[in-house]
């Protein structure tokens, strides 16, 4: 049994712009640090979350990655199905027929 035990996530982004203009910032570095030892798995990907952004992906992008990995070929399609549920959500597979628009 573990008496005490430590999570300490720190992550260090350096980037540097090969087309340094004016108005861009030619080089920075983000860093992000913390103890993460008693995290849901909702913080983790909150901590990925802000590693992408600070690499430059667009939230869009960002949440169809995390779409991606929970509704994948890789997944079951009972797996697939109870997420969806917990999220309100329907698959494609689980509809019938498309319902033909009515316009007034």
Known sequence: MFESASSTLK???SY???RYELDSVPEHEFTFEAEMIDASVHAWFGVFEKVLAYQGFSEKNICAGGCQLAFNEYRT???MRQIAKEY?????EDTGP???SKED
């Open 16 to 18: 540097k712009n090969p």
């Open 77 to 79: 399609p009972e797996m």
């Open 88 to 92: 309100d959500l329907k698959l494609i």
């Open 11 to 13: 992550i260090s982004i």
């Open 98 to 100: 498309a319902e033909e």
